[in-house]
T-cell receptor, first 111, second 113 residues
């Protein structure tokens, strides 16, 4: 069966520090991968999605970037965090015929 | 850009009342449609999904949704809500390949016992 791993679950980082959140999927090949940010009253904001290795579509211009170095690995990064980057980040995977399956999420607090 | 709109931000109902939550989208081509639920303190859970076929989709826990292509809508319904349905509900839409899955802002449902 397919599983998705996202870590860390919580993270507290100082302003200006770098960020790296990792997400890996097991049990499937060539999945679509997504990074979302969930904020109260705003639903899930699509940040990035990827349909293949090295293919990244960015939806919102911001302080974040994403990379897909391997088929089942999706990384969310920042060179210098801002206070406004605080939030709940969700990784998800799906295929052309399934819904999205979500990781456990990362609560990021920038201080 | 594609977008998903959920017009009801907070809905308050009494138990046994009927529920309808609106969802509209702006995709022009083939779409896949989803409703997710998030109970307090829990993660997102799929309620139902539509890919093709019968536009009236039945999901878990007595929920159903109807895809009306001409209205770009996929409204969620339940004939009789329960206190345990208190949660936040999210509509999601993708293109036909699930390449670009976008969510609405969510509707918070409060059911009074």
């Amino acid at each position: 069966s397919q599983t998705i791993h996202q870590w860390p679950a919580t993270l507290v980082q100082p302003v200006g520090s770098p960020l790296s959140l990792e997400c890996t999927v097991e049990g499937t090949s060539n999945p679509n991968l997504y990074w979302y940010r969930q904020a109260a009253g705003r639903g899930l904001q699509l940040l990035f999605y990827s349909v293949g290795i090295g293919q990244i579509s960015s939806e919102v211009p911001q302080n974040l970037s994403a990379s897909r170095p391997q088929d089942r690995q999706f990384i969310l990064s920042s060179k210098k965090l801002l206070l406004s980057d605080s939030g709940f980040y969700l990784c998800a995977w799906g295929t052309g015929r399934t819904e999205a399956f979500f990781g456990q999420g990362t609560r990021l607090t920038v201080v | 850009a594609q977008s998903v709109s959920q017009h009801n931000h907070h809905v308050i109902l009494s138990e046994a009342a009927s529920l309808e939550l609106g969802c509209n989208y702006s995709y022009g081509g083939t779409v896949n449609l989803f409703w997710y639920v998030q109970y307090p303190g829990q993660h997102l859970q799929l309620l139902l999904k539509y890919f093709s076929g019968d536009p009236l989709v039945k999901g878990i826990k007595g929920f159903e949704a109807e895809f009306i292509k001409s209205k770009f809508s996929f409204n969620l319904r339940k004939p009789s809500v329960q206190w345990s349905d208190t949660a936040e509900y999210f509509c999601a839409v993708t293109d036909g390949n699930n390449n670009d899955m976008r969510f609405g802002a969510g509707t918070r449902l409060t059911v009074k016992p």
